[in-house]
């Protein structure tokens, strides 16, 4: 049974991959001018002197987005749960025995740290000491829809010079989302379960959302759970799945109460890649088409039709340039602040929970 904890702690970690709260409205020639001062989760004011060309990424999302927006070259530090992305195993390993290895981020002299909410919620002293040592450190907010990992994607293309990128990517998976929704008009939806070593996504998470745009009900947000949340037998049986949601590092449920379900008995568990499914960035989008794939064949198809057409569109229509322009200090700073910090339900238990087991084990895989 701890052992069984202690893994469990481990993939809740890997959920909570931190996410920005969206950039204040500002033009994006400005956006993308160097010095850039921007508020991160934490209300501090992080001043980017210049275009950054050394950036280490601590959890997995951040660096799978810089991946995406095409900037890997621009990272020099990862953590070791990051290594399932091409490449990586070239980069640093910038984690520790117990956390983030505070001494190897600042021996790679990064122009930019980028942090998730759980590594600063667990490990304050270390994201302070990065400061102290004079890195610009940006903290994330902790995501609870695509939106906001939209909204991450297109803020970190901005915060490391790539702002063309960026929004490219976002307004790629922007349309996606959108797609997905209009395939889906007319479908109806059956009740769907996320299952993890015995904890679910409720409402608030960005896994339920990845579930909704896939097109399912989720089970677990109707029976009013929020968050990151165990979940008992009872509830199992009563809620009587159509479709379980698995990542694919997870066992497949098998209790009595799972084998009792609809789901199990038609063979309706769905195995999606886990670094699609648990970490809030740009491939998170391609978790919500394989659920598509799986309950809703036709309008998967549907999908495609439409995914290809705006391809088509996208490519006849011209494109925006947008470049990046380092300005020096004594003329002009380009300041983008964050508009609120936003709240993350359901957080708070969970940090709780992982404080009682060890709370460093969430820097650890966040």
């Known amino acids: 049974m701890i052992q069984r904890i202690f893994v469990a ?37 992080v001043t980017i002197s210049e275009d950054p060309e050394r950036v280490v990424t601590t959890n997995p999302s951040a660096a799978q987005t810089m991946w995406e927006i095409g900037a890997k070259e621009e990272v020099v530090g990862v953590s070791q749960y990051a290594m399932y992305l091409d490449g990586a195993s070239e980069k640093a390993n910038v984690s520790g025995s117990g956390g983030l290895n505070v001494e190897a981020v ?8 980028l942090v998730p909410n759980s590594s600063y919620t667990a490990e304050p002293d270390r ?6 040592a004079g ?80 097109g399912l009900r989720n089970g677990a947000a109707e029976a009013n759970l929020t ?28 209790s009595p109460a799972y084998n009792s379900t ?3 008995k038609d063979g309706n568990v769905i195995v999606v890649e886990a670094n699609k499914l648990q970490q809030p960035a740009p491939r998170a989008i391609e978790a ?15 999908y495609l039709e439409l995914e290809n057409e705006s391809a088509a569109t996208a490519t006849e229509e011209p494109q925006p340039t947008t470049e990046t322009t380092a300005t020096d200090a004594s003329e002009t700073t ?19 929970l992982v404080a009682l087991a060890g709370a460093a084990l969430l820097a650890r895989r966040a």
């Open 9 to 45: 702690l481990l993939v809740l970690a890997t959920v909570f991959a931190g996410v920005p709260a969206p950039v204040a409205a500002a033009d994006h020639a400005e956006q993308c001018t160097f010095p850039m001062t921007v508020t991160d989760a934490t209300g501090t004011e």
């Open 106 to 113: 600042i021996g790679l002299e990064p122009d930019l740290v």
């Open 127 to 132: 994201v302070r000491q990065l400061r102290d």
């Open 135 to 214: 890195l610009s450190v940006v903290v994330f907010e902790t995501g609870t829809s695509l939106d906001d990992v939209v909204n991450k994607t297109e803020r970190i293309g901005t915060m490391t010079g790539n702002c063309e990128a960026g929004e490219t990517r976002a307004d790629e998976m922007r349309t996606s989302i959108e797609n997905m929704e209009r395939a889906l008009e007319d479908a109806e939806r059956p009740v769907g379960l996320n299952s993890f070593f015995g904890y679910t996504s409720g409402a608030n998470t960005f896994i339920s959302d990845v579930m909704v745009t896939g």
């Open 227 to 254: 968050g990151f949340a165990q979940i008992n037998d009872e509830l199992v049986v009563e809620m009587n799945p159509e479709y379980i949601v698995i990542p694919s590092h997870a066992p497949h449920p098998s």
């Open 262 to 264: 609809t789901a199990v």
């Open 288 to 302: 919500s088409e394989a659920i598509m794939k799986a309950v809703h064949p036709d309008a998967y198809e549907r």
């Open 334 to 352: 380009a300041t983008t602040e964050q508009t609120t910090e936003s709240s993350a339900p359901g957080f708070g238990a969970v940090v709780s």
